[in-house]
């Protein structure tokens, strides 16, 4: 479980990268985390890693209330992780399996669990004859399913996955998020970050926006699996839901112009909400 | 941690020096440099040490008896001599050797011979040698108060110049070694630096799995320690090689050993083991230190 209330985070510089964020994300959700770059998506994924301190509020992940954490207490909270790198971050002299068997010795698991676990992980996202390859050998897709299966050998409560799909061909983005996607089927909290609205339409889920260092939109909406909708549609949709709520002037009793006259409308943010998933899942006031 | 995990880190750091060849061939190199510097150096100063030593070992104390000494308190006296605190050999000058000694210095108005009959008139007398030079006026007045001993001199200037003569290459060989041991110092840490830089995202990786700081470094320490020690056994190989060479050629020079004395400089064999000790703890510790100060940098993580 994930939950930051009303989280603000300034850098010495002065940005301020979150204002005053409040989020939840429940044991066994799936959360796309969307926006462009220098929102605030690093940032948030740095506090949950607890690479950095929030400067207030409070930020608690799989039951560790990270502003009390003691530092020799991080590896043991970082043990409840998963974590899978844009870059893949595969270490280059082991092989797959070391790579995917470090992750059980740095808990000093028995030796007969790993040889057990490991090459169950490595079938499970299907790379069993590359086991004894090492990175350079292997494709990205191939090394992000081996950042994934790394990611999912200690059976972490939560995987956090940063632009998984970034480095790699769009056909297989779909793969790899169908994997996770599996994963959390299994139970396991996913929290994915990533800039392709393609992968978020078709998949659908909850969906969270965050611009300029506040979630600007936190829906759960229907995937299309259908043909992607158009980029730049996707994110005149979004920019227009952001700049609605910096404004958010809209008059309660106002319907939203894509919602059907007879949506229920109880407040500027539904409005937003309606307008934004319309976009997305191409129906008119389809929201969950 | 588990016995299994210790060994684990240890194949780690053992299989990281091959994985990783090229830099821990650099960190070899490196160290292996500065341990020859630094030993040659100090090499240098225990032997300049020794040759000082020998120099001062020829300085003597010359002991004169009272010419109505008998014989058998003659003999006595050398024993005598011999239990006094410093003193290292006697060796008894007859009057007879006595007179042959200054018939030798004496070069001008040697005629003076031709009017002396005999060489009774000469004393008795010891040359005294001693232990440690420094305490060589010390021992001297001690010799004096004995009844019988009508003069005992030695030359306190000798003893003092060669005492500041070790003083300063003490000095000079001290700063040599700290400005070099210093020198290596930057030398091993930029070069550990440079190879845990290369591996800065592997330590990264580490830490978002949560290995703790100590599982990560544990490899590092294991791989600097075996490196460090293959430099120390490489730089010990080398000196006692080029040792070997130079004190062959050295002892061959019998002007060289006529002033110093033979045995001033010290075979190898007689410092072998310290030698041995010096490189393999240093190149060990240096090695295993090195890596794991330089990590600390990559695990604020």
């Known amino acids: 479980m994930v939950e930051l209330q009303n989280v603000s985070v300034t850098y010495s510089s002065g940005v301020d990268a979150l204002n005053n964020v409040s989020l939840k994300i429940n044991d066994g959700d799936f959360a796309f985390v969307v926006g462009s770059s220098g929102a605030g998506k690093s940032t948030m994924i740095k506090l949950l890693l607890k690479e950095i301190d929030a400067t207030s509020g409070v930020v608690t992940v799989n039951g560790y209330n990270l502003n009390k954490l003691k530092k020799r207490k991080i590896p043991e909270f970082r043990r409840t992780l998963g974590f899978v790198f844009q870059d893949f971050r595969l270490i280059p002299s082991m092989t797959v399996y070391e790579n995917i068997a470090f992750v059980l010795r740095v808990i000093d698991a028995p030796l007969k669990y790993i040889r057990k676990r490991v090459p169950y992980v490595i079938s499970l996202v299907g790379l069993h004859a590359k086991t004894n390859s090492y990175p350079d050998e292997l494709s990205g897709g191939e090394k992000q399913r081996v950042a994934i299966a790394r990611a999912l050998v200690n059976d972490p409560q939560l995987i956090i996955a940063d632009e998984p799909t970034g480095n790699i061909d769009p056909e297989l983005s779909y793969e790899i998020v169908e994997l996770l996607k599996g994963i959390n089927d299994q139970g396991t909290t996913i929290l994915m970050v990533t800039h392709e609205h393609d992968l978020v339409r078709h998949f659908g889920g909850r969906i969270i926006n965050i611009t300029d260092g506040e979630i600007v939109f936190d829906e759960v909406i229907t995937g299309t699996n259908d043909e992607p909708l158009p980029e730049e549609e996707l994110a005149a949709a979004m920019a227009e839901a952001e700049q609605r709520s910096d404004t958010a002037q809209i008059p309660a009793d106002a319907p939203p112009a894509a919602a059907p006259a007879d949506a229920p409308v109880t407040s500027t943010e539904d409005a937003l909400i309606d307008e934004v998933i319309a976009a997305l899942t191409g129906e008119n006031g389809g929201a969950e | ?301």
Not at chain 2, 171 to 189: D, E, Y
Not at chain 2, 226 to 255: D, H, K, P, S
Not at chain 2, 270 to 278: D, H, K, P, T
Request: net charge neutral; hydrophobic share 50%; aromatic share 10%.
């Open chain 2, 1 to 301: 941690m588990k016995l299994s995990g210790i060994k684990y880190l240890t194949n780690q750091g053992i299989e990281n020096i091959w994985k990783n060849k090229m830099m821990a061939f650099a960190t070899f190199c490196v160290l292996l440099i500065s341990l020859l510097l630094v030993g040659s150096a100090a090499l240098f100063y225990v032997n300049m040490n020794s040759m000082i030593l020998g120099l001062g070992n020829q300085n003597e104390i010359a002991v004169y008896l009272d010419p109505s000494t008998d014989q058998d308190r003659v003999a006595s006296l050398q024993n005598e001599l011999a239990a006094i605190d410093n003193v290292d050999a006697v060796d008894f000058i007859s009057k007879e050797e006595a007179y042959v000694r200054m018939q030798n210095q004496i070069s001008r108005g040697r005629a003076i011979f031709d009017y002396i009959d005999g060489y009774d008139f000469m004393p008795d007398g010891f040359s005294v040698t001693v232990k440690d030079n420094d305490r060589i006026e010390e021992t001297t007045a001690k010799i004096a108060q004995i009844t019988e001993v009508q003069s005992a001199s030695s030359s306190p200037q000798v003893a003092e110049f060669l005492r500041e003569l070790r003083r300063v290459v003490t000095l000079i060989a001290g700063a040599l070694i700290i400005a070099l041991a210093v020198v290596s110092m930057i030398m091993i840490s930029n070069t550990t630096k440079a190879s845990v830089f290369a591996r800065r995202e592997e330590i990264q990786i580490m830490k978002y799995v949560g290995a703790t700081n100590g599982f990560i470094r544990t490899p590092f320490f294991v791989e600097g320690m075996v490196t460090g020690f293959f430099a120390g056994a490489g730089a010990f190989f080398i000196t006692w090689a080029v040792y070997r060479a130079v004190y062959r050629i050295l002892t061959e020079q019998a002007m060289l050993m006529n002033a110093f004395g033979i045995g001033s400089i010290i075979p190898f064999s007689g410092i072998r083991l310290y030698v041995a000790l010096f490189y393999l703890l240093a190149g060990g510790i240096i090695g295993a230190l090195g890596s794991v100060v330089s990590t600390r940098k990559h695990l604020d993580v």
